[in-house]
């Protein structure tokens, strides 16, 4: 956490500076790509400076993709302090609903960082005619509704990840998140992460900073053991 007591970092200094501070509290931010473009290295990175900074962390990992090995990777120096650290791990789309309608209970002064990774990893395994499709839908804007109350009310950064799929029917090829009008509605910072020609370089464009659009803010990133960097 800052100084201020006003932003998570990420512990990248570059995205930290475009950000200018890391992950603000009080607000829902979104990082979405495709596979191995680095959105749970990322999660994996804040948590660690969270904790680090003597800050307890939530971790609904719907991906399941959280390993203690990665996290001591990224952060060797907090091997004794795991248990900062709540994890969830939500088996349906609807006990996801359930799990975000409990984090009040688990918030404590020190909580400053709510992770999920991802969103709509649930929603999109579900095989739905239109109509249950438009349920759906309803369903996870009620849960970014909530997280986005949650984080305003108890101050606390949210940070949410989101799986693409290929955009179909456009001029030019492309990807874009699951679920995009509803995900989009909430989260007042965007980052949408790619791959580039380099295998552990990563290409992070901020689509929206704090409610405006930015598209011309970027950066690059290499990927090590050690995260981003």
Not at 34 to 58: D, M, P, Y
Request: aromatic share 10%.
């Amino acid at each position: 956490m800052s100084e201020t007591g006003t932003y998570v970092r990420t512990g990248c200094i570059t995205l930290d500076r475009l950000l200018e501070g890391g992950f603000r509290c009080g607000e829902v931010t979104l990082v979405y790509g495709e596979a191995a473009t680095g959105k749970t290295n990322l999660a994996l990175q804040a948590s660690a400076q969270t904790v680090r900074a003597c800050g307890k962390v939530i971790y609904v990992d719907v991906d399941q993709s959280f390993t203690y090995q990665r996290f001591h990777q990224i952060a060797p120096d907090l091997e004794e302090q795991s248990h900062n650290i709540v994890i969830f791990f939500p088996e349906f789309f609807l006990d996801q609903t359930r799990i975000f309608e409990s984090l009040e209970k688990y918030l404590i002064g020190a909580t400053h960082l709510v992770i999920v990774d991802a969103i709509t990893t649930l929603y999109r395994a579900i095989l739905a005619t239109t109509g249950e499709r438009f349920a759906l839908n309803r369903e996870l804007n009620r849960q970014l509704a909530y997280l986005t109350s949650l984080a305003s009310t108890h101050d606390v950064a949210v940070f949410i990840t989101s799986q693409v799929h290929a955009r179909l029917g456009t001029p030019f090829a492309g990807v874009e998140p699951v679920a995009r009008r509803t995900l989009f509605h909430w989260p007042r910072t965007i980052i949408r992460l790619e791959s580039t020609t380099k295998r552990n370089v990563k290409r992070a464009v901020i689509e929206r900073y704090h409610s405006e659009n930015r598209p011309n803010m970027m950066c690059y990133l290499t990927l090590t053991e050690r995260g981003f960097e």
